[in-house]
Every structure is written in C-alpha cells, then in structure tokens.
C-alpha cells in the first residue's frame, strides 16, 4: 500500500515537466569555467524548499541562503540580530531542494569576528546544513579567517562594498569606493582576500567601473548587486525582485513580475536577462 503523500511534502529530487533534470549539478570548477568563459551566473536568494525548487526550475546557478532573512523573513529593521540557528535552519530547508544549484549561506553577524577557530566552527554547522560555500562580510581582518577556512576545505565568498551588518559604521546604506580612497581599499582588500583562497567576491553598491575592473583582473567570478553589468554575475533578495515588501527599494533593483504570468515566469525572466546582459541597465548602476 502506497502511503499517502501530503500536497505540501519536500519536493522530490526529479524535476516537473519543463525543468532540466539531465543538468549536471553546478560545482565550483563550473563556477569559475563560466569567469572565465564570460557566461554569467544568475543568483538569487531564497529561504525555503519551494522557492528554492523553482528557481532551479527557471535555472538559477546559485541560491544564497542570506542573512538579509533578518529583514524580509522576520521582520528585522537590520540583519544585525540573525542567528547562526536562524540561517542553519534555512540553508537545511533550501538544501533538500536542492538539485544543481551551488548553495551559498552567509555567516551572520557575531559567528565570525571572534577568531577564525569561531568562524570555522560557525561555517561547519552551515555546511552540515547543506551549504557548498559561506559568505562573510569585509576586508582586511577577515583575511586570516578566509585563509584558515579555506586551507580546511571551507569554500569562502568574500563580500565587499557596502557591508549590511555594519551599515552603521557606513553611516547608513551608501555606494562605496566613489573616491580614490575608498576605490584603492576596496582593491586592495578584494586582492587580499582572493589571496587568502576566496574563491568568489561579492560586491554591493559600488561603481560599475570598479566592479568592472576588479571582474577583469582577479580570476574568481565577481557576483554583483548594484555593482554594474560587467560582473561575472547578479543576485538579488528575492522579495525585491518579486516586487513584495515594505519600504523604498533600492535603485539597483528590477521587478521582474512585471509583465509575468507567475512567479516560476519572474526567475526565468530574470535568468534570461542576466545571462544575455540585459539586466542590470545603466539605471541599476552606479
């Protein structure tokens, strides 16, 4: 007797009709062949299994689990307050979807900065979870804790620019390296950390042009977010992307539901545009 199966059950690892289940799933080493191919890599965010199917059935290469649940998932007016536990809890809940796409998970504010022994035993509970690599925030200090990371098998996304869990020591949510200085950091930091075994960079609100340049001269993919059309590729919150949420959205930001028939028809618009070039426009940029 076949026992019955709630219409809310995990989706199971074949994919719909429509969806490619002959694709092979997304690895590192593909990640860096599309760098260096030019082929851009579509990412986006997600924190549950349903959504996190869909994207895959759209195409998406990458899911990042962000800590950026803090503001659409639970309400937070910063992502300061997020839990280890929260976004352990999430990256489990994306990683039983999961079925090609390259999972990211940010360590959330306070489980890295300690010691790299901290930031280890923070990215082990997310990679028990089901995260293929971790995002941390900043440059500089962090180079030690990427180095030891990744010398233990740990795969490190380095984010630079504006850094949400320390937006206030930005003096709020501005594009950064608009002057030399600022510029001049922020490469130095991005060569340091890709140094150190980053193996990917995130950039946030910076000019195009610089994102452009370090997208060239670096040798890992360079995902962008109000970083400009040369990066080796895009992420965006999800809830942005879809038009939902509260509060003024941010210039770098498209909806994608406009002019869609469903929310499965947004991700594959904005896969679409991302890997033609499309999206973002001059207008996403600064």
Avoid at 12 to 23: H, N, V, Y
Avoid at 45 to 67: K, N, P, R
Avoid at 85 to 114: K, N, Q, S
Wanted: hydrophobic share 45%; proline share 6%.
């Amino acid at each position: 007797m076949t026992e019955p199966t709630s219409p809310y059950a995990a989706p199971r690892p074949a994919g719909p009709a429509g969806a490619a289940p002959d694709r092979k799933p997304v690895t590192l080493q593909r990640l860096l062949d599309m760098h260096a191919a030019g082929e851009k890599i579509a990412m986006l965010t997600a924190y549950d299994a349903t959504f996190a199917h869909a994207m895959e059935d759209a195409g998406v290469d990458s899911i990042l689990i962000g800590d950026s649940l803090g503001n659409v998932v639970q309400g937070l007016q910063t992502t300061v307050p997020v839990t280890l536990d929260a976004m352990v809890y999430h990256t489990a809940c994306v990683a039983r979807a999961r079925r090609w796409a390259w999972i990211v998970a940010d360590l959330p504010y306070g489980t890295y900065h300690e010691s790299p022994q901290a930031a280890w035993r923070s990215a082990m509970q997310l990679a028990q979870a089901g995260a293929h690599m971790i995002k941390l925030e900043g440059g500089g200090w962090t180079t030690d804790t990427v180095r030891f990371l990744t010398e233990r098998g740990i795969p490190v996304c380095a984010h630079l620019g504006l850094t949400p869990q320390t937006v206030t020591a930005l003096s709020g949510y501005k594009v950064q390296g608009r002057d030399e200085q600022g510029a001049a950091q922020i490469k130095a930091h991005a060569r340091e950390l890709v140094d150190a075994g980053a193996q990917m960079l995130l950039l946030e609100m910076v000019p195009a042009a610089l994102a452009g340049e370090l997208t060239r001269s670096l040798g890992v993919p360079v995902i962008g977010i109000g970083a400009g059309a040369e990066c080796s590729g895009q992420v965006l919150v999800m809830h942005d992307m879809l038009g939902v949420g509260t509060g003024r959205k941010p210039r770098f930001v498209r909806n994608f539901m406009q002019g869609a028939t469903s929310v499965g028809d947004a991700f594959a618009r904005y896969v679409s545009d991302v890997k033609s070039g499309a999206f973002p426009a001059a207008e996403h940029s600064y």
